[in-house]
């Protein structure tokens, strides 16, 4: 079976689901996920995880992110972008890029930010963008989210009432661009929403190096894998590892805590109390986390051994 990961590059009208739903069909396996949803009319990375790698999805998600993304003022929509209903519109020709560029200022580190009311966040089990859509939307509560930074690309008023700017926005998990189209428009007194949006980055997975949803479909029907899936540790490079000998692999598969250090050198960048776990063939067998006993480790994840 293949395991691993794809760096698919969405394309526009589609929804994540329906990427994963071929790229399942096309691979032939029951066991695929998607790290982080993009809505239908954006596009750009969306990595796809197959086999085994499904059960490093988390890792992805809460990888860092990156979007390109064109934020559209004088006008606010319900759904905060273009595929909305226009709720209030204003004349935001008096907006230049300095008044952007202030209304940006606040977003560094951890802010607080409030979901669309049309989004995939529940409440008591309740789904947001169902709720809305019954007409009685969800009132979301602000939660606490992350920005690495956000840069102004461009500033085009050639419709000075309607002036649009593109911009460069690194992200933590759980960031809605849309609701940083809709607040900056509110900031600035004119109203906002969020028009074309492509995401460029997710971890270690590049815009640049994506293969485009049909492509991939191809590749996978034609039995071509190595020129398509990436190892599924390729999400874990930041975690220190651990080379395991055969006696350590089968105690590892059967739940049991070693002993054993790290390599030195990969502790002291280590940004996490887990480890990677490899055996003696170079396969990834496990993930590990500091056991009771002062120098051992436990598996809390172990991988069935490759086909």
Wanted: contains cysteine; aromatic residues 6%.
């Amino acid at each position: 079976m293949v395991r691993g990961f794809i760096n698919v590059d969405k394309p526009q009208g589609v929804t994540s689901f329906d990427v994963v739903r071929r790229i399942r069909r096309a691979a032939n396996t029951r066991k695929v996920g998607h790290a982080g949803t993009l809505d239908p009319n954006a596009t750009g990375v969306l990595p796809i995880a197959l086999g085994e790698a499904t059960r490093l999805i988390e890792e992805l998600v809460d990888a860092p992110k990156r979007y390109r993304a064109e934020v559209i003022l004088g006008a606010a929509t319900d759904t905060y972008d273009v595929d909305g209903e226009v709720t209030e519109t204003h004349d935001a020709s008096a907006v230049d890029e300095a008044a952007l560029r202030s209304a940006l200022a606040p977003y560094d580190g951890e802010v607080m930010q409030r979901p669309p009311a049309y989004s995939a966040v529940k409440r008591e089990g309740v789904t947001a963008y169902r709720a809305a859509r019954s007409g009685q939307p969800l009132d979301l509560e602000e939660r606490p989210v992350t920005v690495f930074g956000i840069d102004l690309l461009e500033f085009d008023a050639s419709d000075p009432a309607r002036p649009r700017a593109i911009l460069d926005v690194r992200c933590g998990k759980g960031f809605y661009v849309r609701s940083l189209a809709h607040d900056v428009g509110h900031a600035l007194g004119v109203g906002g929403h969020l028009g074309n949006l492509r995401r460029t980055q997710v971890g270690p997975f590049l815009a640049e190096d994506a293969t485009p949803m049909d492509a991939a479909v191809l590749l996978l029907e034609a039995g071509e894998h190595e020129r398509l899936v990436h190892a599924p540790d390729l999400v874990l490079t930041s975690w220190p590892a651990l080379i395991l000998g055969a006696d350590e692999v089968s105690r590892v598969r059967r739940g049991m805590d070693i002993v054993m250090l790290p390599r030195r050198d990969y502790v002291r960048g280590a940004q996490r109390p887990q480890a990677r776990a490899y055996g003696p063939d170079g396969a990834l067998v496990a993930l590990m986390e500091p056991g009771r006993a002062v120098g051992t480790w436990h598996p809390f994840r172990v991988f069935a051994p490759a086909s």
